[in-house]
Nanobody
Framework: QVQMVESGGGLVQAGDSLSLSCVAS????????ISWFRQAPGKEREFVAAASFDGGFTYAESTKGRFTMSREKGENTAILQMSGLKPEDTGVYYCASVFAWPSDFTRGSRYTYWGQGTQVTVSS
């Protein structure tokens, strides 16, 4: 069983930056895709960014240019660096993982392991 733990959420003002971390408790995470999702109150969970097992990164249109994802395979860690935050970025942010690269990586149902989430609140 893989456990994933997010950290780094908080309350910030619009325009600020924030960095989220996700650590996976697995011996070798090199063959897994790790992604970030978020869920705002009253809304469906949405895809934020993905890091494929082979080193590629993909972003949602709403976060492209403002969010940067990285991963440190040796430490089973994924980082989501967020800048230029907007109130609409508010929500609970989750990291998720799945072996290899799912055909539809933007769908949460494709992922096997999830963290408990970390709250990000952006005030206007």
């Amino acid at each position: 069983q893989v456990q994933m733990v997010e950290s780094g959420g908080g309350l910030v003002q619009a325009g600020d930056s924030l960095s989220l971390s996700c650590v996976a408790s697995v011996g070798s995470f090199g063959s897994y895709t790790i992604s970030w999702f978020r869920q705002a109150p009253g809304k469906e969970r949405e895809f934020v960014a993905a890091a494929s097992f082979d080193g590629g990164f993909t972003y949602a249109e709403s976060t492209k240019g403002r969010f940067t994802m990285s991963r440190e395979k040796g430490e089973n860690t994924a980082i989501l660096q967020m800048s230029g935050l907007k109130p609409e970025d508010t929500g609970v942010y989750y990291c998720a993982s799945v072996f290899a690269w799912p055909s539809d990586f933007t769908r949460g149902s494709r992922y096997t392991y999830w963290g408990q989430g970390t709250q990000v609140t952006v005030s206007s």
